[in-house]
């Protein structure tokens, strides 16, 4: 593997190649001039103890820099004392008076959150992704991991951390050090906080210099998993909680979930309705004096369920009795039948949602609170509306497609006190095109023609096609490593703005697919790619052998001198790893001879680990070009 990384790095820097980017634009320099700067996802940051907390009835304290999410020990030994560090104040978004938590700082942050032998692939989120850019040759200082609190809402986090001013200096750092633009990764929420960085950006730079600021730090863009129009899991979690696979109940997991100011970053919204975009010179002057007014199109009220492929929610609320007079006879009053009501994606993000079960939650004035304070009155942005396609030369949206995910819920009253007052009694799914309930009927709705990645739905993920032209070239190939009989391609095919694109290709049976969607011509100069990678989990894809190959691959492809094709081709995919190698025991023989041969090293306990690639094997990589 060393070998191979060598023989790339030394192919790529020989006579100090100069870069020139497929699309035009271009900039100077060689391989080593590129860095990466990874924005982690929800809850995929490591959180530490910033004070002292003794615990009682518990041999384990909390001291500064001890871990708290994920703590797995603590969180067994000492719940009470964890959710101490964890929550924060619904109003203020300051910590428990007894203990603070604040990030992680650097890679460890985020690629194990619970170290350990047992624990350490479990909570193993970007480790993989990293050990491949090791692999491949990259230097240490140009893999750069931003983390931040995941707990606080977009503005909090400029407020208490000053993260966005901390990002843009990550990037202007890694400029000066590497001479070069950086690829941006970001996964789930990580994308609407860059999302929310590239406008907070305007109110930091001149408007004439935005854009030369944004051409010569950010080379790529690669969306993974981006919840663009939120996710239905998001309501689930706030009205019964959402353990994380954590050993509390729903009932702690929604008291934690509703204290953070992120809770609705993430909420269902309509595609249908924006808002004005309020720029002030000051970031803080004035954020009370105005609110972000939300206009609809009219096609929110012709269509049902706000676009997406159901109501979010249904609900039945308790019917209101008669208390005014205070000598009603109860035993003559009637049993009275709760009330249904179904809510779409629009009234959850406008506070529709909340307001009507107001009487019957207590937790409901603090997020109707939230929502007004924290995101329709955010000076910079309405988190809550549609983006349209960053101003970015390239962008790459990649998530999963064709798993079942959950679309919508039903929830009754449980007879139970607060946190535990709501049970949820169905749930609607999406599954490669159609909608079933938990029970297993079928649904009327709106289904697309694929479904999401498990977590968010096909109808959010997807919206990012919306950023493709009205010319759209359309390949599908094997996951696996193939020779290129069994890819598709469709080319020049039609696309209409806010239309899905329903490619007309076949799939043999037991075989996963990606599907790649790519327009270097709508735009001059700038390329947008979308990508649907089958079965692929919303948490696990991060650390997918799949989607690591391909996007060493167009990273490769991007700083090639000699690339003549605007992507990089996918008419074969060979060996690039000495795992990738396998034995073919049909033959008798290392499989992709061509690519890989049997060479034994002291300590392989089978034949497949003996087969390894070839010196040679860099020069493979030309034919991708």
């Given at each position: 593997?060393?070998e191979?990384?060598?023989?790339?790095?030394?192919?790529?820097?020989?006579?100090?190649?100069?870069?020139?980017?497929?699309?035009?634009?271009?900039?100077?320099?060689?391989?080593?001039k590129?860095?990466?700067?990874?924005?982690?996802?929800?809850?995929?940051?490591?959180?530490?103890?910033?004070?002292i907390?003794?615990?009682?009835?518990?041999?384990?304290?909390?001291?500064?820099?001890?871990?708290?999410?994920?703590?797995?020990?603590?969180?067994?030994?000492?719940?009470?004392?964890?959710?101490?560090?964890?929550?924060?104040?619904?109003?203020?978004?300051t910590?428990?008076?007894?203990c603070?938590s604040?990030?992680?700082?650097?890679?460890?942050?985020?690629?194990e959150?619970?170290?350990g032998?047992?624990?350490g692939?479990?909570?193993?989120?970007?480790?993989?992704?990293?050990?491949?850019?090791?692999?491949?040759?990259?230097?240490?200082?140009?893999?750069?991991?931003?983390?931040?609190?995941?707990?606080?809402?977009?503005?909090?986090?400029?407020?208490?951390?000053?993260?966005?001013?901390k990002?843009?200096?990550?990037?202007?750092?890694?400029?000066?050090?590497?001479?070069?633009p950086?690829?941006?990764?970001?996964?789930?929420?990580?994308?609407?906080?860059?999302?929310?960085?590239?406008?907070?950006?305007?109110?930091?730079?001149?408007?004439?210099?935005?854009?030369?600021w944004?051409?010569?730090?950010?080379?790529?863009?690669?969306?993974?998993?981006?919840?663009?129009?939120?996710?239905?899991?998001?309501v689930?979690?706030?009205?019964?909680?959402?353990?994380?696979?954590?050993?509390?109940?729903e009932?702690?997991?929604?008291?934690?979930?509703?204290?953070?100011?992120?809770?609705?970053?993430?909420?269902?919204?309509?595609?249908?309705?924006?808002?004005?975009?309020?720029h002030?010179?000051?970031?803080?002057?004035?954020?009370?004096?105005?609110?972000?007014?939300?206009?609809?199109d009219?096609?929110?009220?012709k269509?049902?369920?706000?676009g997406?492929?159901?109501?979010i929610?249904?609900?039945?609320?308790?019917?209101?009795?008669d208390?005014?007079?205070?000598?009603?006879?109860?035993?003559?009053?009637?049993?009275?039948?709760?009330?249904?009501?179904?809510?779409?994606?629009?009234?959850?993000?406008?506070?529709?949602f909340?307001?009507?079960?107001?009487?019957?939650?207590?937790?409901?004035?603090?997020?109707?609170?939230?929502?007004?304070?924290?995101?329709?009155?955010?000076?910079?942005?309405n988190?809550?509306?549609?983006?349209?396609?960053?101003?970015?030369?390239?962008?790459?949206?990649?998530?999963?497609?064709?798993?079942?995910?959950?679309?919508?819920?039903?929830?009754?009253?449980?007879?139970?006190?607060?946190?535990?007052?709501?049970?949820?009694?169905?749930?609607?799914?999406?599954?490669?095109?159609?909608?079933?309930?938990?029970?297993?009927?079928?649904?009327?709705?709106?289904?697309?023609?694929?479904?999401?990645?498990?977590?968010?739905?096909?109808?959010?993920?997807?919206?990012?096609?919306?950023?493709?032209g009205?010319?759209?070239?359309?390949?599908?190939?094997?996951?696996?490593?193939?020779?290129?009989?069994?890819?598709?391609?469709?080319?020049?095919?039609?696309?209409?703005?806010?239309?899905?694109?329903?490619?007309n290709?076949?799939?043999?049976?037991?075989?996963?697919?990606?599907?790649?969607?790519?327009?270097?011509?709508?735009?001059?100069?700038?390329?947008?790619?979308?990508?649907?990678?089958?079965?692929?989990?919303?948490?696990?894809?991060?650390?997918?052998?799949?989607?690591?190959?391909?996007?060493?691959?167009?990273?490769?492809?991007?700083?090639?001198?000699?690339?003549?094709s605007?992507?990089?081709?996918?008419?074969?995919?060979?060996?690039?790893?000495?795992?990738?190698?396998?034995?073919?025991?049909?033959?008798a023989?290392?499989?992709?001879?061509?690519?890989?041969?049997?060479r034994?090293?002291?300590?392989?306990?089978?034949?497949?680990?003996?087969?390894?690639?070839?010196n040679?094997?860099?020069?493979?990589?030309?034919?991708?070009?």
């Amino acid at each position: 593997m060393r070998e191979l990384g060598f023989l790339i790095v030394s192919f790529l820097l020989l006579g100090a190649l100069q870069i020139n980017s497929v699309d035009g634009g271009g900039f100077a320099g060689d391989y080593s001039k590129l860095s990466g700067i990874i924005i982690p996802g929800f809850a995929s940051t490591q959180l530490r103890a910033w004070s002292i907390l003794d615990c009682p009835y518990s041999p384990l304290d909390f001291n500064p820099l001890d871990s708290v999410w994920l703590d797995t020990t603590k969180l067994l030994s000492a719940v009470n004392c964890w959710l101490k560090c964890m929550l924060l104040d619904p109003y203020n978004q300051t910590d428990h008076p007894e203990c603070k938590s604040r990030p992680d700082s650097g890679l460890s942050a985020i690629t194990e959150l619970d170290p350990g032998y047992i624990t350490g692939p479990l909570s193993s989120v970007w480790k993989e992704w990293v050990k491949w850019c090791i692999e491949f040759g990259i230097e240490a200082n140009a893999i750069i991991a931003v983390p931040y609190d995941w707990r606080l809402s977009p503005s909090m986090l400029e407020e208490r951390d000053l993260y966005f001013h901390k990002l843009k200096l990550t990037f202007e750092t890694a400029l000066k050090l590497h001479g070069g633009p950086s690829l941006v990764f970001a996964h789930s929420l990580g994308n609407n906080v860059f999302r929310y960085f590239l406008e907070w950006l305007k109110l930091e730079i001149a408007p004439r210099k935005y854009m030369q600021w944004l051409d010569e730090h950010i080379h790529a863009y690669f969306a993974v998993g981006a919840p663009l129009l939120g996710a239905t899991e998001t309501v689930k979690a706030t009205l019964s909680g959402n353990t994380f696979g954590l050993p509390v109940s729903e009932g702690t997991a929604r008291l934690m979930f509703n204290s953070f100011g992120s809770s609705l970053w993430m909420m269902p919204f309509s595609k249908y309705c924006t808002s004005n975009h309020i720029h002030w010179k000051h970031f803080f002057e004035g954020r009370k004096k105005r609110h972000q007014i939300c206009h609809c199109d009219e096609m929110e009220f012709k269509l049902n369920y706000s676009g997406w492929p159901t109501n979010i929610i249904n609900i039945e609320i308790p019917s209101p009795q008669d208390i005014s007079q205070p000598q009603v006879d109860l035993s003559s009053m009637e049993c009275r039948l709760p009330t249904p009501l179904s809510f779409s994606a629009r009234e959850i993000s406008d506070g529709t949602f909340f307001k009507a079960i107001e009487d019957y939650d207590p937790d409901s004035k603090r997020l109707l609170y939230q929502l007004e304070e924290l995101y329709h009155n955010d000076p910079v942005l309405n988190p809550l509306t549609p983006w349209d396609r960053p101003p970015l030369k390239n962008i790459f949206c990649i998530y999963g497609v064709d798993s079942k995910t959950e679309v919508g819920y039903y929830f009754a009253p449980s007879g139970k006190p607060y946190p535990d007052n709501w049970i949820m009694t169905d749930v609607i799914y999406e599954i490669e095109g159609t909608l079933i309930s938990r029970s297993g009927n079928l649904v009327d709705g709106n289904p697309g023609f694929a479904s999401g990645d498990e977590t968010v739905p096909y109808h959010s993920l997807s919206w990012c096609k919306t950023w493709l032209g009205s010319k759209v070239n359309i390949t599908r190939a094997p996951q696996s490593q193939h020779d290129g009989s069994d890819v598709q391609m469709e080319l020049n095919v039609e696309h209409h703005h806010d239309a899905d694109i329903v490619p007309n290709m076949t799939r043999a049976p037991r075989v996963k697919y990606i599907t790649y969607y790519e327009d270097s011509e709508s735009i001059p100069g700038k390329r947008t790619a979308v990508w649907e990678v089958d079965k692929a989990n919303h948490r696990n894809i991060v650390r997918s052998p799949v989607l690591m190959r391909e996007l060493w691959l167009e990273m490769w492809h991007d700083i090639h001198p000699d690339g003549k094709s605007k992507f990089v081709r996918k008419d074969k995919r060979g060996p690039l790893r000495n795992e990738d190698c396998y034995w073919d025991y049909g033959k008798a023989r290392c499989a992709w001879p061509e690519h890989c041969e049997y060479r034994y090293v002291f300590g392989d306990v089978h034949l497949g680990q003996s087969c390894r690639l070839r010196n040679s094997s860099a020069d493979q990589l030309l034919r991708y070009l």
